[in-house]
């Protein structure tokens, strides 16, 4: 019985992003391949609504690795986890999160790491000096010493290999999926009650994502303001703030009068999230890089129309039903948003494609494919 441990602190501690995808797949796989058992590591396990997804699975175990170095700086927990590995007898750890343990080089245990982005290395001035050299760091180490290495896009695993030097016969693509939740109608009663809970508008776009220069958000707004007279609809915003792009963001809404035409939202629920999708007459997500794009997915997951960039991974999350955008011109993105929202026989029809191509990322299709690559590892060894 093959015996697979996985970083699990995103896990218990990331609401979304890493989180999600995290659980989402731990989740998959313990439900799915019960002949398995799942090791889920974490320096510590909070109650904080999110430890819940693995505690009913009798496939899965935690380990709470809080001592030796992660109980005097908890930063550093994973960096010693190899010993522990050992102790546990696991055959295969996966690195959900572009991670192995420095000492893993020193052990026996085989080892895959999923690698979402090169963010650092794209776009260095995003990022302190020290936490590119820490990442620096982090992902060489990762790609030198894992049996394998996993994308989560054809741009991710070009990345790697023109950014870091990893050879493209060492990485495989596995795309990544998004919380079965978001393929189910959520009933009417229940979206109305959530635009009362939530006081949003009858017509709105959506917008989900951290508040950053990389996900464009200030000229998602510079197009509507260039739209009003044409169209005038309300923007919801769901996500995170980075403090000193959000000032220019405010400064903007501002100097253009716009401040009955956002609406900003933080913490909401996935349960939330997945009605304020199908409430949306469209999602527009222009960011400027990612890894994957996971918006694009739940969006055509949910049956809306998706405003997205071109090139790159949007164009693998969107296949042919997005609306593509070049994100760096505004009026790309404003034509973008008013094809998507006035030409109705086509939005019809991009939406029916969206629908088709998002089955090809559902959870039970990738959970076949993970589980397929480690027994591959474990087999080559």
């Known amino acids: 019985m093959m015996r697979i441990g996985f970083d699990a602190k995103k896990a218990f501690f990331n609401r979304a992003g890493l989180g999600n995808f995290s659980r989402t797949l731990i989740r998959t796989l313990g439900e799915s391949f019960p002949q398995y058992s799942y090791f889920l590591y974490s320096p510590k396990i909070k109650e904080n609504g999110l430890e819940g997804f693995a505690k009913d699975l009798d496939t899965c175990s935690i380990r709470s690795v809080a001592n030796g170095w992660g109980r005097f700086a908890p930063s550093l ?6 010993k522990t590995l050992e102790q546990d007898k696991i055959d295969l750890y996966h690195g959900l999160a572009h991670e192995l343990p420095f000492n893993f ?11 979402h982005d090169v963010i650092f290395l794209r776009y260095p001035h995003l990022y302190a000096s ?27 695993r070009q990345d790697l290999h023109s950014l870091l030097s990893v050879p493209l016969n060492r990485i495989s693509v596995i795309y990544q999926s998004c919380n079965p939740i978001y393929y189910k109608v959520v009933r009417q009663a229940k979206r109305e009650a959530i635009r009362e809970k939530l006081k949003l508008p009858k017509e709105f776009l959506l917008s989900v994502g951290t508040i950053e220069e990389r996900k464009n958000l200030l000229r998602t707004l510079q197009a509507l303001s260039q739209l009003e007279g044409k169209l005038s609809i309300p ?10 792009y959000v000032k220019r963001i405010r400064s903007f809404i501002t100097s253009n009068k716009m401040e009955k035409q956002l609406v900003f939202l933080k913490g909401i629920s996935n349960e939330d999230l997945a009605a304020l999708y199908q409430m949306a007459n469209a999602v527009v997500y222009p960011s400027l890089y990612e890894g994957f794009g996971l918006p694009v997915l739940e969006g055509l997951a949910s049956r809306v129309p998706v405003i997205t960039s071109k090139g790159g991974c ?3 999350a969107g296949g042919l039903a997005a609306y593509y955008v070049n994100p760096k011109d505004v009026n ?9 929202l006035t030409n ?12 088709e191509h998002a089955q090809k990322f559902r959870m039970d299709h990738v959970g076949r494919q993970w589980i397929r690559l480690y027994e591959r590892v474990l087999a080559e060894g």
């Open 77 to 82: 927990w994973r960096s010693f986890l190899g």
């Open 332 to 340: 790309s993105i404003a034509q973008g948003i008013e094809t998507a």
């Open 130 to 156: 020290l936490d590119r050299a820490i990442l620096g760091v982090k992902y060489r180490y990762a790609c030198q010493h894992a049996d394998h290495i996993v994308a989560i896009s054809e741009q991710t």
């Open 235 to 244: 923007l919801v915003v769901v996500g995170g703030e980075r403090r000193s």
């Open 105 to 115: 080089h020193r052990i026996k245990t085989k080892g895959i790491v999923s690698m």
């Open 314 to 316: 949007m164009e693998e």
């Open 344 to 355: 109705r026989s086509l939005q019809e029809e991009r939406i029916d494609i969206g629908w």
